[in-house]
């Protein structure tokens, strides 16, 4: 694994139902991450994945920016998002539930744009040459196990007033596109399917891909391993379900206690919405907003 850059981890945002929510930092809603776009040079693939041209375009300040979450978080009625800046603070952006985009298809997955970088002073954000695409995936020789680490909001120990992401680990469980029916949506969600112990409040965290390609450098006539850094991190997509199994409940001697009594058992494996699902959203010409036709209905607020 990597040592995980810390834009990854300051690009984190947690969202709430409102902005008071926000400031006090309740148990409520999900996660999110913050997305650069440009149409510049400095888009360029080749460019943007060195970890000299990482920070050359956080300090530019010239990249539109969007939040990111998983749809069924803003859906369910927490579209207001908490940022952390990179001198440690916090500030609420209290965005509007029709202010968010949600993927025509249905994929869940929703964006909101920001404004520039500009606007939003010493912030970090996942450059959009990190987002994996499908032919990425397909040619990168990602094999079941290949590493997968994410980033998210575990409620037990959140930060409340600040942001304090936590690190999870895992690993591709298969390495090619799976249907998992949302039974928010009602559809068949395009998933990749990862081994990575996700919980509640995690919906809508960025996960990563990592492709450990090895490296030998000569220097001073020593052959030295260097394992490479930036160039081989993509995101993967976004963490929307843990895929649960249902588990009878039992008496002490071990028998079911009753055929309709049965408990979720939260199995390990997650669902991720396909990086290239985002990349559709982020270029969508003609947007669908909650509360739309064919977008579902806000409920109550709850965590995931």
């Known amino acids: ?74 859906v369910l009625g927490c579209p207001v998002v908490r940022i952390s800046t990179r001198d440690g603070k916090t500030r609420v952006l209290d965005l509007p539930l029709n202010a968010w985009q949600l993927h025509p298809d249905g994929d869940d997955v929703a964006v909101c744009s920001i404004g520039p970088a500009t606007e939003h002073g010493r912030i970090a954000f996942v450059p959009e040459p990190f987002l994996l695409s499908e032919e990425d995936f397909a040619d990168q020789g990602f ?25 999870r680990f ?12 949302n039974e928010k949506s009602g559809i068949s969600q395009e998933s990749i399917l990862v081994e990575m112990r996700s919980l509640p409040g995690y919906s809508g965290s960025p996960v990563f891909l990592y492709n ?14 260097s394992p490479n ?5 993509w995101l993967l997509g976004v963490d ?12 002490k001697d071990g028998s079911p206690l009753a055929e309709d009594l049965f408990v979720n058992q939260n199995s390990g494996m997650a669902g991720v919405v396909p990086a290239w699902k985002l990349a559709q959203l982020l270029h969508e010409k003609e947007p669908t907003h909650p509360g739309s036709a064919g977008a579902p209905k806000p409920d109550a607020a709850r965590a995931r």
């Not at 079941?144 to 992401?165: C, H, I, K, L, T």
């Not at 929307?240 to 008496?251: A, D, G, I, N």
């Open 1 to 74: 694994m990597p040592t995980i850059d810390a834009v990854f981890l300051q690009s984190v945002v947690y969202l709430y139902p409102d902005a008071d929510a926000a400031k006090r930092g309740v148990g409520a809603g999900g996660t999110g991450f913050l997305v650069g776009v440009s149409s510049g040079l400095n888009a360029d693939p080749a460019f943007a994945r060195t970890p000299k041209a990482m920070r050359e375009i956080q300090a530019s300040g010239s990249w539109a920016l969007y939040a990111v979450t998983a749809a069924h978080v803003v």
């Open 143 to 167: 094999t079941p196990g290949s590493e997968v680490f994410f980033v998210g909001r575990f409620m037990g120990y959140d930060g409340q007033q600040r942001n304090a992401p936590s690190v």
């Open 212 to 225: 450990p390609v090895e490296q030998f450098l000569l220097k001073d006539d020593e052959l030295l391993y």
């Open 240 to 251: 929307w379900c843990h895929l649960t199994s249902k588990e009878p409940v039992r008496q």
């Open 170 to 181: 895992g690993n591709l469980a298969i390495a090619e596109r799976v249907p998992v029916r």
């Open 229 to 233: 850094g930036l160039e081989n991190v």
